[in-house]
């Protein structure tokens, strides 16, 4: 099996041969399957042993001459031989694999504006050590994702975006499974990496405070059973009783990843009494709330500011420029990637790591008009 690279990503081709291109004497193009180079090819260039190739090229060879490990490297490159890292995880016993568990189903994923970053961290930290990354969404409705791992398809998992219930990685855990955390599940003694949510959620809604809003809504940016959810909504919460805000229930709701959850949620809160600001926990969730808004006749920001979480992409492009948390999503992807590849080599990988978050101002959040109620 030989792999084509398509930008950053290497994409399995079965049984795919190496092709050479050969004119003939009219000019016409003809192909033909050259034979791929093996190790006794690179042995027999460099005048070594095949033993000292593979020591070479998978490096193991610190004790080999630099002058002979040279004419190795120089034989391997002259004659385009790769070492072939899936037979070479055979005898280690490992697939050479990392696992992306995504706790949301598969059209959620397509919907993830910040995967593309998450993953590119995380395969940045796979590169280093030759492993390629498996992406599988799981819901409660999906079958076990404990197989993956248990099957030897993958040496580890990286679950993102975990509930509270998360009763197959806890067994995983267990078993002494490789498994990393992107997000937060509480009791568990495997290796995390995430944001503060609680503190973020606290920070966007004190800006808004800072603002002079004080009927302040939230939308949640998926179902509370998700840690993250449910911890963003106590970052919102917590900043309301700091600032002495009481809490009103009727201007909370639940959103579902994707902007038309954001949009029906929005709508229920306008339903029940116009708030000043809102406080959207993701980005996209934050725009289809934006949309129910302006069907309600309302202007963001003159009647109503809105401020997102996450900073994806086309945040600044939003209509207008969505004021939001900025998530670091390729440093959190490396930082897994990297835990993940610790932990599947018996090495120590810190139980917590948190990354910075911040406010990033645009257009969408305003202060309070003067005319509006307290």
Not at 185 to 203: E, T
Not at 249 to 266: D, K, N, V
Not at 298 to 303: F, G, K, M, T
Not at 311 to 332: E, G, K, N, Q, S
């Amino acid at each position: 099996m030989r792999y084509l690279r398509v930008d950053d990503a290497s994409i399995e081709v079965p049984g795919a041969l190496t092709v050479v291109e050969l004119a003939g004497p009219g000019g016409c193009g003809l192909t033909k399957p050259r034979r791929r180079p093996t190790s006794a090819d690179v042995a027999t260039q460099a005048g070594v042993s095949r033993t000292t190739v593979s020591l070479v090229l998978n490096e193991r060879g610190s004790s080999i001459p630099e002058p002979t490990r040279q004419r190795v490297i120089e034989a391997a490159r002259a004659l385009g031989y790769f070492p072939d890292r899936a037979a070479g995880g055979l005898v280690h016993g490992r697939s050479q694999t990392m696992a992306l568990v995504l706790r949301q189903t598969a059209e959620q994923v397509a919907a993830d504006a910040l995967l593309a970053e998450t993953l590119r961290g995380i395969s940045t930290a796979a590169r280093t050590a030759h492993y390629r990354v498996l992406v599988e969404p799981v819901t409660a409705a999906t079958p076990s994702y404990g197989n993956i791992v248990r099957s030897g398809r993958a040496d580890g998992v990286i679950v993102s975006g975990p509930t509270f219930d998360e009763l197959e990685v806890r067994a995983l855990v267990a078993d002494g499974f490789p498994i990393v955390i992107q997000g937060r599940v509480p009791g568990l003694g495997a290796p995390s990496v995430d944001i503060d949510n609680v503190a973020s959620a606290r920070l966007a809604v004190e800006y808004l405070i800072e603002l002079g809003h004080r009927r302040i809504a939230c939308i949640t940016n998926a179902p509370l059973e998700y840690t993250a959810a449910a911890d963003r909504l106590t970052g919102y919460r917590e900043a309301l009783a700091a600032a002495g805000i009481p809490v009103d229930e009727g201007l909370i709701a639940e959103g579902a990843f994707s902007a038309p959850s954001g949009q029906q949620a929005m709508a229920a809160i306008l339903a029940h009494g116009q708030p000043d600001a809102v406080f959207a926990a993701s980005d996209t969730v934050a725009l289809g709330a934006i949309g129910a808004i302006r069907d309600a006749g309302l202007r963001v920001p003159e009647d109503l500011s809105v401020i997102g979480f996450d900073d994806i992409p086309l945040a600044a492009y939003f209509d207008p420029p969505l004021t939001t948390v900025r998530m670091p999503a390729h440093d959190l992807g490396l930082a897994a990637g990297t835990a993940m590849l610790d932990v599947i080599s018996g090495r120590e990988a810190p139980l917590r790591t948190l990354l910075a978050t911040r406010v990033v101002v645009r257009s969408s959040t305003a202060p309070r008009p003067t005319g509006h109620a307290g």
